[in-house]
């Protein structure tokens, strides 16, 4: 008897990439992202079981609120460069954006391109009112995608015992 349960996660396009589901194959890249001091200095570090986890978790939301994280393929080559999400946070009313980019990715627009194609999705197929991001104090870079998106500072506040930033956008 086949108990799988089949979840659909829309799959997005740009111009440069697809926004898609997460694959197991895509796992030891995000591990890798997540062991690097340089590429996980604004996420926390995590080992290989830790990032498992993050990657379950993160796949798994989908399945709670219809609403995760996509890996992010650049359309010409396939490369698997990062991921984004829109999803919820536990006891959260408001949805949050996430980006990562993978370190040899950095640089070249790609969490703005992905992060704007969530914030659509968000607003026009959601039909989200608000959506929020948290972004670590000293993270220009993910930052400068926020401020991309038109949010603007909400408030400080902590995540995991850490000082963090709050940007929001209200759906126009």
Same mark, same amino acid.
């Given at each position: ?8 996660? +829309? @799959?997005? @396009?740009? =111009?440069?990439?697809? $926004?898609?589901? %997460? ?11 997540? !062991?690097? +001091? =340089? #590429? ?16 379950? !978790? @993160?796949?798994?939301?989908?399945? $709670? ?9 650049? &359309? ?8 984004? /999400? ?15 980019? %993978? ?33 670590? +104090?000293?993270?220009?870079?993910? *930052? &400068?995608?926020?401020?991309? *998106?038109?949010?603007? %500072?909400?408030?400080?506040?902590? $995540?995991? /015992?850490?000082?963090?930033? #709050? %940007?929001?956008?209200? &759906?126009?």
């Amino acid at each position: 008897m086949n108990h799988a349960l089949t979840i659909s996660v +829309p @799959h997005l @396009h740009t =111009e440069r990439l697809t $926004l898609r589901e %997460y694959r197991v194959e895509d796992f030891d890249l995000f591990a890798d992202h997540l !062991s690097n +001091p =340089e #590429s996980s200095a604004h996420l926390g570090s995590a080992d290989r079981q830790t990032a498992w986890r993050i990657f379950s !978790s @993160h796949a798994g939301l989908w399945m $709670l609120h219809g609403a995760g994280w996509w890996s992010i393929e650049d &359309r010409q080559t396939g490369q698997l460069v990062g991921c984004v /999400g829109a999803f919820f946070r536990s006891d959260a009313t408001v949805m949050e954006l996430g980006w990562n980019t %993978y370190r040899a990715f950095w640089g070249k627009g790609i969490a703005n391109e992905a992060a704007a194609a969530v914030l659509n999705y968000a607003f026009e197929v959601r039909r989200e009112s608000m959506v929020r991001a948290l972004v670590a +104090p000293g993270n220009d870079s993910s *930052l &400068r995608v926020a401020m991309r *998106l038109g949010m603007s %500072y909400e408030r400080a506040t902590e $995540l995991n /015992g850490k000082a963090i930033n #709050s %940007y929001m956008r209200k &759906r126009t």
